[in-house]
């Protein structure tokens, strides 16, 4: 006969007093004073020091410090994290945030590229500490506003929700908005392409009923004269001015262009081009800005209009 097969005895996973360490693991990459004075990550950090308990809270922020974190994703919708605890094999762990529907972005988007003090900071790299603004009248706040709606999941098989491995998420993720606020976006599910193509969309829409002109550039095969043959007149403004109509007041957001392009191509330059190019750019405006206010005095009913046939 053969003998009686037994089971075999289920294997615990052996646990350290302390978490085991993890080699190149992901870690906050600021310290808790730079943490603190940025308001997207605050956004964040005030939601679950509000709704966590504070053992998991601290522990949760030791993990970040400690680099226990395997991997970290963010996609639509959620972020996903490897987390190593005291056992042998990492948690999974997950903090879900609903994304907002098209027809929500749609709304949202227009709404900003119609304020020039979002759609251009947007533009810029940054995002306002008043953006909330632009998502209140479609009913939608881009930052969780409550625990409810921010979620975790972790299969530490905690009581609570909120594991010190989903604080340790959290930390992480207050950290990299602290560095980039437009992951928020995409945590939210639009794109950062896809932002900036609808807000540079939205910025150059005519509003129905308004006639505005536009100055069209044209190409060489439209009888434009190459370069090589105007180099003498080149800066000299032709009739085609006086379509383009843009008012003369200083911008919303400091040199945008610059803080879109980044960091110096040249960085063993013996100038600091951009530092250069900034300091053209305020010396040109504050030019600008003075000739046309002595342009208003000086114009017979000091409108703008007059100013403008007149230049």
């Given at each position: 006969m053969m003998p009686e097969q037994r089971p075999f005895p289920r294997r615990e996973e052996k646990r350290t007093l302390h978490p085991r360490r993890v080699r190149g693991g992901v870690r906050l990459s600021r310290k808790d004073a730079d943490l603190a004075a940025s308001w997207a990550a605050q956004r964040i950090i005030r939601l679950i020091e509000a709704g966590v308990a504070g053992e998991a809270l601290r522990e949760g922020l030791e993990y970040a410090r400690l680099g226990q974190t395997k991997t970290l994703r963010l996609a639509a919708g959620r972020v996903e994290?490897?987390?190593?605890?005291?056992?042998?094999?990492?948690?999974?762990?997950?903090?879900?945030?609903p994304a907002i529907k098209r027809d929500g972005w749609e709304r949202v988007t227009k709404a900003m590229a119609e304020q020039a003090v979002y759609s251009a900071r947007l533009l810029g790299g940054e995002v306002p500490s008043n953006?909330?603004?632009?998502?209140?009248?479609?009913?939608?706040?881009?930052?969780?506003?409550?625990?409810e709606e921010f979620t975790s999941s972790c299969t530490c098989g905690h009581a609570s929700p909120w594991c010190k491995h989903a604080a340790c998420a959290a930390y992480l993720l207050a950290d990299r908005l602290g560095s980039d606020p437009l992951l928020m976006f995409e945590?939210?599910?639009?794109?950062?392409?896809?932002?900036?193509?609808?807000?540079?969309?939205g910025r150059t829409t005519t509003p129905a009923g308004v006639d505005v002109p536009v100055y069209i550039p044209t190409s060489h095969g439209?009888?434009?004269?190459?370069?090589?043959?105007?180099?003498?007149?080149?800066?000299?403004?032709?009739?085609?001015l006086d379509l383009v109509d843009l008012p003369i007041e200083a911008p919303q957001v400091s040199h945008p262009l610059l803080r879109r392009l980044g960091p110096s191509p040249f960085p063993e330059s013996r100038f600091p081009l951009v530092g250069l190019l900034a300091?053209?750019?305020?010396?040109?405006?504050?030019?600008?800005?003075?000739?046309?206010?002595?342009?208003?005095?000086?114009?017979?009913?000091?409108?703008?209009?007059?100013?403008?046939?007149?230049?």
């Open positions: 994290a490897l987390i190593q605890g005291r056992s042998t094999r990492p948690y999974q762990t997950r903090l879900d945030l953006i909330e603004d632009a998502f209140a009248p479609s009913a939608l706040h881009l930052f969780p506003a409550n625990l945590l939210r599910g639009i794109e950062r392409d896809e932002l900036m193509d609808s807000l540079r969309a439209d009888g434009v004269a190459p370069l090589s043959e105007c180099v003498e007149n080149f800066w000299e403004a032709g009739p085609e300091t053209c750019y305020d010396v040109v405006s504050a030019r600008a800005l003075e000739e046309r206010g002595e342009a208003e005095t000086d114009a017979p009913d000091g409108s703008a209009d007059v100013v403008r046939g007149e230049r």
